[in-house]
Each structure stands twice: as structure tokens, then as C-alpha cells.
């Protein structure tokens, strides 16, 4: 079956600093990979999405991933913090073709001044 | 933009009563989702559908029920409330059932049910 897990459920950086964020996916095909943030009180939002091609996704807001077929691993990453991107990041892998997401548990990311 | 809005951002209800969430979306999509949000859980998937007047129960349907008369309304309705249904409801679309599609979120309804 699949399944998404991300490991850390909290993480805290500080300002400046490089951010990863883990994803490990389950998915006996080639999968369909999203990154999403929600931040306080808001719905979610598309960061990137990998299907085909590139392993490094550049995404919106100066966020990429690397799709790692090998490790089954998705992470997201950027090289400099800003206080805004404190949020709750998702991670996500299409089932099928039904158009279903099945999403990991997420992770809260506080950026400290 | 894909807009994608929902009827409360906030409802407080009691244990029993019938409660309806509404999701309209503005961009003509196909699909729509139905999740609830939890701590530690992520988000889980209760209804979706396909199509006007089609459903598909996702990971977590029992307690609930899905009307779509339109295809730019999605309706979750709770047939008698109970504490557990307390959560974040979230809305969702996309344009087909391809699973390179984007989803698009509304911003969320939260229920409190006493």
C-alpha cells in the first residue's frame, strides 16, 4: 500500500539557516511527488511537484526537492530560512490514477530570530 | 487564480445535529476532495468525487456523507455529530483525475463539536 512518512514532526531553525525537510514514500510505481505548506489558518498550498524528468524539483518561494528513487525520498530543501516560511509542510505522493493524494503526517518548521 | 472556497471558517455544533460543510470551486474542475486534518495525522481523506452526481468514499468515510448536485459545489455533510468529528475540514479540487494534477485547497473549516 502506500504511504508517506515524514520523520521529523517538529523542527526549529533559526533564521539564515538551511532547512531539509524529510519525506520517505512507499509507492511500487514511478510516483507522483508534492511538497505543500499551510500556513496558521490557511489552506494548503503548492510548493512543488516532481513527476518525470529532473530529479531536482525547483519550486515557489526558493524551495527545491530531489526525487531519490534509491532511498524512496523526497526532501525539501532551501538554503536561507526567512521568518515567513515558519509553517506546517506537507508531503504527498499521488495513488493511481484517481487523482488521490496520500499525505505524510506533516512537519511544523518554527524559524527562531 | 483557482479560487476554492468554503461556507465557515469557524462552526461550533452540538453532539447529534446535522451539519453541512460547503466547498464551491471556480475553475470549472473535475475532481473534489473532502479531508479532515488532525494533529499527528496529517490529512486524511473522507469523500471525493469525480463527476457531478458521483462519489467515492476515501480512507475515512463512516460518519459521513457527500452531496454534488453541481459541479462546482461539493457538499460534506455530517448526518448527527459527534465530539470526534471535531477537526479541520479542508476542501480540495483538481482539474482531472490525472495524478500529476495539482490539488487546490480551500482555507478551511474548523468544527468544534460539544
Known amino acids: 500500500a502506500q504511504s508517506v512518512t515524514q520523520p521529523d514532526i517538529h523542527i526549529t531553525v533559526s533564521e539564515g539557516a538551511s532547512l531539509e525537510l524529510r519525506c520517505n514514500y512507499s509507492y511500487g510505481a514511478t510516483p507522483y511527488l508534492f511538497w505543500y505548506v499551510q500556513s496558521p489558518g490557511q489552506g494548503l498550498q503548492l510548493l512543488l511537484k516532481?513527476?518525470?524528468?529532473?530529479?531536482l524539483v525547483q519550486g515557489i518561494k526558493g524551495f527545491e526537492a530531489e526525487f531519490k528513487r534509491s532511498q524512496s525520498s523526497f526532501n525539501l530543501r532551501k538554503p536561507s530560512v526567512h521568518w515567513s516560511d515558519a509553517a506546517e509542510y506537507f508531503c504527498a505522493v499521488g495513488a493511481g490514477n484517481t487523482g488521490k493524494l496520500i499525505f505524510g503526517q506533516g512537519t511544523t518548521l518554527q524559524v527562531k530570530p | 487564480d483557482v479560487k476554492v472556497t468554503q461556507s465557515s471558517r469557524y462552526l461550533v455544533k452540538r453532539t447529534g445535529e446535522k451539519v453541512f460543510l460547503e466547498c464551491v470551486q471556480d475553475?470549472?474542475?473535475?475532481?473534489m476532495f473532502w479531508y479532515r486534518q488532525d494533529p499527528g495525522l496529517g490529512l486524511r481523506l473522507i469523500y471525493f468525487s469525480y463527476d457531478v452526481k458521483m462519489k467515492e468514499k476515501g480512507d475515512i468515510p463512516e460518519g459521513y456523507s457527500v452531496s454534488r448536485e453541481k459541479k462546482e459545489r461539493f457538499s460534506l455533510i455530517l448526518e448527527s455529530a459527534s465530539t470526534n468529528q471535531t477537526s479541520m475540514y479542508l476542501c480540495?479540487?483538481?482539474?482531472?483525475?490525472?495524478?500529476?494534477?495539482?490539488?487546490?485547497f480551500g482555507p478551511g473549516t474548523r468544527l468544534l463539536v460539544l
Open positions: 475553475m470549472d474542475h473535475e475532481n
Open positions: 480540495a479540487s483538481s482539474h482531472s483525475s490525472d495524478s500529476q494534477e495539482t490539488q487546490y
Open positions: 516532481y513527476f518525470s524528468g529532473d530529479t
